[in-house]
């Protein structure tokens, strides 16, 4: 079975620019979380979704938005690039949240360079 | 708020030497679960182990083991005889049952090199 696909695997962008980040969630996933990891230090919690819902939110500017489709699969969007937005971005599917309990899986990630 | 520290930055150890990484957790919830990750070079995120808090049972799981102690909030984790292939970054990571979610908390990650 396929576990967490992520796409692009790379991206450049300029400041002030906008991305789109995508994630495919392992198959019977209905959960996706999207996590920001800034070189040396550890991933910081960006959305959830489930069933198209956002389920949270982290303490992040209203620059980064989300959604998820009918299929499952999400995009992060991400508006007005600034250098500090340079990060790996990984996506982790779950079957639902609310159980703690639920072990996250997690993609390859997309590593974005703004420049 | 949920919150997760790792002392140590990098450490480095021989092969076949044993390797424990230290993490200390805040929460004021009574229900969470506690988790390691390991994160190779290639960037993905590869789950280790999982605890929850009513389970202080410590155990072993091939090389992998940990220590839970809720008297002290910690949850660390050791590697024995360490391979080469161990060489990566170990996160510690929380996430608290009260959320409508399962959004977890991570550390600032430990670097671990094997040396040959």
């Known amino acids: 079975d396929a576990g967490v696909t992520q796409s692009p695997t790379h991206l450049i962008k300029t400041r002030g620019q906008q991305v789109t980040l995508r994630c495919s969630p392992i198959s019977g996933h209905k959960s996706v979380s999207w996590y920001q990891q800034v070189l040396g230090q550890g991933p910081q919690f960006i959305f959830q979704?489930?069933?198209?819902?956002?389920?949270g939110r982290g303490n992040f500017p209203d620059r980064f938005s989300a959604r998820q489709f009918p299929n499952y699969s999400s995009e992060l969007n991400v508006n007005a690039l600034l250098l500090g937005d340079s990060a790996l971005y990984l996506c982790?599917?779950?079957?639902?949240?609310?159980?703690?309990?639920?072990?996250?899986?997690f993609g390859p990630g997309t590593r974005l360079t703004v420049l | 708020a949920q919150k997760v520290t790792q002392a140590q930055t990098e450490i480095s150890v021989v092969e076949k030497e044993d390797v424990t990484l230290d993490c200390v957790y805040e929460t004021r919830d009574t229900t969470y679960y506690l988790f390691w990750y390991k994160q190779p070079p290639s960037g993905e995120l590869v789950f280790l182990i999982r605890r929850n808090s009513f389970d202080e049972q410590n155990e072993i799981s091939g090389r992998y083991s940990w220590n839970f102690q809720k008297s002290t909030s910690s949850f660390n984790f050791t590697i024995t005889a360490s391979q080469v292939v161990d060489s990566a970054v170990y996160f510690c990571a929380l996430s608290e049952a009260d959320y409508g979610n399962n959004r977890l908390a991570f550390g600032k990650g430990n670097q671990v090199v094997v040396i040959p």
């Open positions: 982790a599917s779950s079957p639902a949240p609310g159980s703690s309990y639920n072990e996250q899986f």
């Open positions: 979704y489930y069933e198209k819902e956002e389920r």
